[in-house]
């Protein structure tokens, strides 16, 4: 029997950071991650244990298995530290298809939500040929808020998922590629 496989996916450097499919070697970094009060504060408001973190991570493995995309694990570069995760997301009741970023508090103001969502949506709208990707907010959460503005989404609207208000940032795949072009950025 040979050992645990990753998921699914593509592996994207950027000059920082390594977006890759997620393995269960990360499960103890990101249970911190989800276990930290702070950082799920507008992500539901609920913390996840070891176990519902483990679920979470199964989830996301079957969503690049059924969906062709998904989250990565963030690496830092330098260290090899899973910071966060950072990537696509299309569950079945969800408003569209979304880029959305949940780093661990101690990356905070570092810039990595920003450079690893930027890499997420080259791959969407570029590679994958998305017509526009979405990323849901909670009204509250102004760092997020800044990291969308920042990647050029503009506010669209607000609706309610799974229970909570959220706001919607979008981008089309036309702007994202003018600003692409504008940064000297190839998609």
């Given at each position: 029997m040979s050992g645990p496989a990753?998921?699914?996916?593509?592996?994207?450097?950027?000059?920082?950071?390594?977006l890759r499919p997620p393995r269960e070697a990360d499960l103890d970094a990101l249970a911190a991650m989800t276990g930290d009060p702070e950082v799920m504060r507008y992500l539901g408001g609920k913390t996840l244990d070891r176990e519902d973190t483990w679920r979470q991570m199964a989830m996301f493995v079957g969503h690049w298995t059924w969906r062709g995309f998904g989250q990565w694990a963030v690496e830092e570069r330098s260290t090899g530290a899973v910071v966060g995760r950072v990537g696509l997301h299309y569950p079945e009741g969800w408003p569209d298809r979304e880029v959305g970023w949940v780093l661990a508090r101690a990356h905070w103001g570092k810039g990595?939500?920003?450079?690893a969502a930027q890499a997420a949506l080259d791959h969407a709208l570029g590679r994958l040929r998305w017509p526009r990707a979405i990323s849901l907010i909670h009204p509250d959460n102004a760092r997020s808020i800044r990291v969308a503005e920042g990647l050029g989404e503009r506010l669209e609207g607000e609706t309610v998922v799974r229970g909570g208000p959220v706001r919607v940032y979008a981008i089309t795949a036309e702007e994202w590629a003018r600003l692409a072009?504008?940064?000297?950025?190839t998609l």
């Open positions: 990753a998921a699914p996916g593509p592996v994207i450097e950027t000059p920082r950071l390594r990595f939500a920003r450079e072009r504008v940064a000297g950025r």
